[in-house]
């Protein structure tokens, strides 16, 4: 089993839609959650973190649930410029960022 | 503020050439990494610096590929000799906190490496 996973994907959405995302993680001890998203030929940037209370910025509410580690990504109101790939990234005190295999959104006229 | 720096943005080589890579970290942060990315493997992590001291190099595929950090603000990778297996984006990214801590990661542009 892999230490991250994700949905693959691909999600396609009309513009307008709401869509969520889950990431599953492995290890327990896990301490720290971020989601980044990804261009396609560009470098992964940080899009949140992800904090124990959830947390929101935006169109965008991120949420952690560690009895089930798993994280989770809503986008509401998604835009074409959200078309992206969403990587879920893990950090382990002592280890390090482990980053999920992502999952591509197309958000479609 | 400026990003994390990567040069060269783009590399094309034939095989057995020696290639290197830099990396200029964000001013402040003191972990850097090195990413490899494909679209069969993904985001692999090479190796990791903090305090320029290589803590990780776990994820250096073979002895071809070394990594340094003589100081805070440069890294280099560097793959001698180079194999067309070793086509892929590679990143750098740094971040701020304890051995990564708990503090997002800053990515470079890449660099876009192609052996022929």
């Known amino acids: 089993r892999k230490e991250v996973e994700q949905d693959p994907g691909p999600f396609n959405v009309p513009e307008g839609a709401t869509v969520a995302f889950n990431c599953t993680y492995s290890?327990?001890?896990?301490?720290?959650f971020f989601w980044y998203r990804q261009d396609c030929r560009k470098e992964p940037k940080l899009l949140m973190s992800?904090?124990?209370s959830g947390n929101e910025d935006g169109r965008f509410t991120a949420q952690l649930n560690r009895a089930s580690q798993y994280i989770s990504l809503l986008i509401r109101d998604s835009k074409l410029s959200d078309s992206a790939t969403y990587l879920c990234?893990?950090?382990?005190?002592?280890?390090?960022?482990?980053f999920g295999p992502g999952t591509r959104l197309s958000v479609l006229p | 503020d400026a990003g994390v720096i990567q040069s060269p943005r783009h590399e094309v080589t034939e095989m057995g050439q020696e290639v290197t890579l830099r990396c200029k970290p964000i001013?402040?942060?003191?972990?850097l990494f090195w990413y490899r990315q494909t679209m069969m493997r993904g985001l692999e992590l090479l190796i990791y610096?903090?305090?320029?001291?290589?803590?990780?190099d776990s994820g250096m595929p073979e002895d071809r590929f070394s990594a340094k950090m003589p100081n805070a603000s440069f890294s280099t990778l560097k793959i001698q000799p180079s194999e067309p297996r070793d086509s892929a984006v590679y990143f750098c990214?740094?971040?701020?906190?304890?051995?990564?801590?708990?503090?997002?990661?800053?990515f470079g542009d890449g660099t876009r490496l192609s052996i022929l």
């Open positions: 990214a740094s971040s701020r906190g304890d051995r990564g801590g708990n503090q997002p990661q800053h």
């Open positions: 290890n327990s001890a896990s301490q720290s």
């Open positions: 992800v904090y124990s």
């Open positions: 990234v893990v950090y382990n005190y002592g280890q390090n960022f482990v």
């Open positions: 001013s402040g942060h003191n972990s």
């Open positions: 610096f903090n305090n320029n001291v290589p803590i990780d």
